[in-house]
């Protein structure tokens, strides 16, 4: 009987364990199929689990650092009231989120309206099992890992759609119909910087990728191919901005224009879904942009034997998040900086623009490696 | 009328391949700046046609002016045009120092000068950050309101309310300034200078808000004296028309300031008049500064509380524009009629000429830009 | 909008322009958000309730009418009813009444604050100095029949 297996370090360590495990069953239980099963259970609990923790713990952090971050560029405070500095002001929100009712509009399609924001949630929870945090902690070591990432990042745009034209509201499908367009288009220059990467690493495999940025900083895709790294970075940002449906690309919400885009009729628990959805895609993001471009988990060394001890006693995990937080507080400063584009610039700048510049960047790449072997 | 049905006058072509839809923009919508309703037949995200409506905060205040008395009628003006509340407050008391015959001491007219610049600068800046926010960027908002709040704490120091003044008075002001005004107003410009600065090197240049705003509701010259706009919708169609400067009142033609105007007409020139128009009353302000005379009354010794009979009108340039106020006096201390023309009724009957084939983004900003105020269209 | 008539030479030269001078500008924008980010000293926010014993309201500041009495209590109101006449919403009832001599004085004060716009415009009609706007600021509450209050706390003494 085929049991998958969830090829990982954590997980090579719980089927090593588990024949101990299972000896205390009785006799008639033991076997090679049990052994595995049980393994696979740990395993897959482990990575629910830690996919959930990273995912949806992350969250409220962030909320609380876009307020202060806002908050701090317009002259303000932000939140200050509960807790030290306002800092359980978020929970507070959240559960005053769950608490609100649930309701549809009259004439929405209910099944479909209740299903959208399930299906948003889809795509940021699958792409943080592909990402390596630290160097064992991994949930899927996949071969294939960019172009899985390409496929599955697409998948939120379904549910903006079906939540917009569930709704029974017109600024509800002006938002999702334009939030349809968007995303598609600017699919292709996320999918092409990405294959940028894949071209200077020379592998899908996401690991791989970050391992080929082992060592100094210079070694950073960023810093690797000299210009075209930077420039592909770039690229990068404005399109996963643009993926993410976050301002200054959030002509899908557009309050001032469209009162809140796809998720205006929602309330309480759906519309947190979306809210969730929407940092989490923050965080995914964040973690694509410096799993290729800014060297992973590795420490930012910098060519001294010294100062690069002291750096590398850091777990991989911490420089993981204090680049991913360092990204997420990039796309928030941009955020509250720009204003929005309207519909038909945003798609000239993405066919006119990006498109072209991408184009070359694949050249430019192509031209690199040929130089540099 | 329902909100469901459709405003008289206007069909949804149900021809062969047209597609065409009605929808609502307000009452309730972030951006028309209060309690209007337009509505909008559009073809996809092009507009086809904007139909407003009004009325939805109209209280009546020039019917309820004709059982005042006229100084019960200046609170009234507050309530109008609530960013410029100062000015309206010196439209009316120019209308009844015209009917009462009376003179205003020369400090007096100093300190109408000032804080009606100061009202102009406060409103311009609601309309920067308005337009900042209505294009995305909500920090341009809060930018826009964080010095608007110093006019308003300057405003309150000397009137004793933030919003609605109640300050002006028939030959003169309410109360004198206090000691500390001027220090405070040369203060405040000092940090306007630097902070406009920083506001103009977000906004002004930025290449989104430029896509935005350069060829965005263009309105013709002739359209602009046809509708009767006036203000800096109208000195950015190309016509240099302004009250200041035209038909001096107070002591405007003693002081030395431009009036500046653009003749493109699209929403970039109105942006950029409104923000040349703040350095504009700076430049007032610092000059008034410089001859504000330390002694002196500030009121005349007469205080009469009935006009004349016969019929008065006076015009000022608020910040919106042109603000006239009719009084047909009849014996007694209350008004037969009093009429208020406000600037902003005629700048939201334009909006249909100005946003027929744009996006529906472009009439977000076009009603930024138009800067109305809608209590003041109701009245 | 409207479609444009240029030449393609001229087309190219300004979409390369823009593509310098658009990010410049951008970064122009950066720039000043970053300098407000990491400058505490621009932040204007009031923390209210607690800095509630430094906050003082402009001695102008029309907050709500009271009347002006000394130490034990007496006020200047002789019960004309001007301020009564000067008030545009009739926000405000005198009341007299007759003292032990047969001369008319204040007998109550009666003050709707709910339907008044504290436009200050009876305080300016009293030839007696008698009333003024109060500084308190915090004067919401949450029981209506709060909202009408009798200003004087003794009889006018004429």
Redesign the interface.
Known sequence: MYVPSVTNPIGDYVREWVPQLVAYLPESLQGETTCSVIAFAINAIICIIAVCLVNIGSAPILIYMERKVCAHVQCRLGPMRLGWHGTIQTIADVLKMLFKEVYSPQGADKKLFYLAPLIVLIAPFMIAALIPFGHNLLVANVDMGIPLIIAVNGFGVLGILLGGWSSNNKYSLMGSLRSGAQMISYEISFALVLLFVVMVSGSTNLMEITNGQAGTVANWMIFKVPVLGFLAFIMFFIASTAEMNRAPFDIAEAEQELTGGYHTEYTGTPFAMFYLAEYIALVTNSALAVTCFLGGFHAPCIGFESVDQILLKVPGVIWFFAKVYFMIWCYMMVRWTFVRPRVDQLMSFEWKFMLPVNMLLLVGGAAYIALSI | MSMTQLPPGFKITRETDSEE?F?NMGPQ???THGALRLALRMDG?TIVEVVPHFGYIHRGLEKQGES??Y???I??TDRQDYLTAIQNNLGVVLAYEKGMNIGVPEKAEYIRVMLSELGRIASHLVFFGCF?????????L??GF?ER?MVHDIL??????RL?T?FFRPGGS??DV?ENFIPRVKAFLDHLEGAMK??E???S????????SV??GILSKEDAIAFGCSGPVLRASGVDFDVRRANPYSIYDQLDFEVPIAHNGDCHDRYNVRIAEIHESMKILRQCIEKFPKEGPYRSKEKPVKLNPGRYYSEIETAKGLYGTYVVAASGDKPYRIHTRGPSFPHIGVLNKMCQ??????L?VVMATLDPVIPEIDR | MTQENISTKHYIKRYLKKCITGPWSLLCGLSVSLKYFFNPKKIVTEQYPENRKTLKMHERYRGRLSMVEDAEGNNHCTACGMCERACPNASINVQPTKNIAGKKVLGRYVYHFASCTQCGLCVEACPFGAIEMSTAFEVATTDVTSLEMILNKKEGQG
């Open positions: 839809f929808i919508h972030p951006s995200e005042m008395t100084l019960q009628y609170p009234m900042g926010g209505d294009l995305g960027g909500q920090t341009c809060l930018f964080k709040e309150e120091e000397v009137t004793g309310s609605t109640n309410r109360f206090p920083d506001y090197r977000f906004l240049k930025n290449v989104i808000a430029l896509e935005r060829g965005i084939g744009g996006k529906i983004s472009d977000v």
